[in-house]
């Protein structure tokens, strides 16, 4: 399995930018697919952006053009850079892995989160 951890959240005005970032550690070459989930307040959490193995990145419509997600594989971290912030964009924001351990078992992991709050 795989440890998540997240950092770089914080406090921005409308029109800021922040970059989160999430280091990976354990079996992370059985990972399949990492990214982003966020929730806010009274909301189902829902997916940002998921980088896959394949190499293509996809993105909620809510975020296209404003975020961009990268890994760096030697370092077992993946971003998400956040431009154009709006306060809808307020939420905790989670990292999340999707992988195969040896067992042939598919398993899904979770950070603690970070908040992002965006002020109007």
């Known amino acids: 399995q795989v440890q998540l951890v997240e950092s770089g959240g914080g406090l921005v005005q409308a029109g800021g930018s922040l970059r989160l970032s999430c280091a990976a550690s354990?079996?992370?070459?059985?990972?399949?697919?990492i990214g982003w989930y966020r929730q806010a307040p009274g909301k189902q959490r829902e997916l940002v952006a998921v980088?896959?193995?394949?190499?293509?990145?996809n993105y909620a419509d809510s975020v296209k053009d404003r975020f961009t997600a990268s890994r760096d594989g030697p370092k077992n971290t993946v971003y998400l850079q956040m431009n154009s912030l709006k306060p809808e964009d307020t939420a905790v924001y989670y990292c999340n892995a999707k992988g195969t351990n040896r067992y042939g078992h598919e398993y899904v992991a979770w950070g603690r989160g970070t908040q992002v709050t965006v002020s109007s």
């Open positions: 354990g079996s992370t070459s059985s990972i399949n697919a």
């Open positions: 980088l896959l193995s394949s190499g293509s990145t």
